[in-house]
């Protein structure tokens, strides 16, 4: 068996779909099909226990998952160190990351990376919190971006930045003339915010009710860029990192406003699959990236 075949058995149980899989390995669907039965037939036991609505692994089946891991990473690891023997990182980096991350605070750190290590092709996804994680366990990527990491059994957690948030509202909102404000000043004020379940909007809202402040909630979106539009049109103010409003901030779309007494932080960290080896070039991003 070579170790393609095993990497083809990896993708399929962490993607859980024959497309995906034949994706990452730039073959057919019907070969990856083809493919997973050979490897039965070859160790002669069932590795799937299969019904209609999902398909699970048999104990044996595990055993195969859990070993193979462990080859396909040790073989890539190999590879990769050979490779930089030449002195030249290259490769695919892969990298998850939320939008107001990938869109607002990465831009600067990637064109570093790019014209420090340009035999790197580095391909970013941008999307919600949770399919980064699905990405990251799936390894359909090597680095994930998020904010307010959670803490997950199979995923690390390498912090990055704290980013300052800021009070955001229309130019003609009377909030928006301080130079610093305390947060209280918004109680029983329209609000735009995240809906629940997205991690930045949850923690603002946790972050309100520990001060007491209460807010009328009036529009709520899982989109930053939505967010932005509605307070621009004067929806109610909101909360917002700093960072993801300048450019309106700068053509008098909205202002921003710092919170006086104590500044609102948002972690933001990266996310990588616990017990699997970086490639060189997603070493050298996280080493490019954070702090020494």
Do not use: W
């Not at 930045?200 to 709520?220: F, P």
């Not at 939505?226 to 917002?240: C, D, N, Q």
């Not at 450019?247 to 990588?272: D, M, Q, T």
């Amino acid at each position: 068996m070579r170790i393609d075949d095993l990497k083809i058995f990896v993708d399929f149980v962490n993607t859980k779909s024959c497309s995906k899989c034949a994706e990452l390995n730039f073959v057919s669907q019907p070969a990856v099909s083809q493919k997973i039965k050979q490897i039965e037939s070859e160790f002669k036991t069932p590795l799937f226990i299969r019904n209609k609505k999902s398909v699970k692994l048999t104990p044996a089946g595990k055993i195969l998952y859990d070993e193979s891991q462990k080859i396909v990473g040790q073989y890539q690891s190999l590879l990769q160190k050979i490779k930089s023997l030449s002195g030249v990182v290259q490769g695919t980096l892969k990298i998850a990351s939320i939008y107001s991350v990938g869109l607002y605070r990465l831009n600067e750190d990637v064109k570093n990376f790019i014209k420090k290590y340009p035999a790197v092709h580095l391909d970013m996804e941008l999307s919600h919190s949770s399919k980064v994680y699905e990405s990251i366990l799936n390894e359909t990527a090597d680095l994930g971006f998020v904010a307010y990491p959670r803490q997950h059994p199979c995923v690390d957690v390498i912090p990055y930045k704290e980013e300052e948030m800021v009070l955001v509202t229309h130019p003609d909102n009377p909030l928006g003339k301080f130079k610093k404000i305390d947060i209280g000043k918004i109680n029983d004020h329209d609000f735009v915010g995240f809906e629940p379940g997205v991690p930045t909007g949850d923690a603002i809202r946790n972050m309100l009710k520990s001060r007491h402040v209460n807010v009328k909630i009036k529009m709520e979106f899982d989109s930053i860029e939505i967010i932005k539009r509605a307070t621009e049109i004067g929806e109610g103010v909101s909360i917002l990192p700093k960072k993801a409003v300048e450019r309106e901030v700068e053509h008098g779309l909205l202002n921003s406003v710092a919170f006086a007494k104590e500044k609102l932080l948002r972690p933001i960290a990266i996310v990588i699959k616990k017990n699997r080896i970086p490639s060189i070039a997603a070493q050298k991003f996280i080493e490019e990236v954070t702090p020494n």
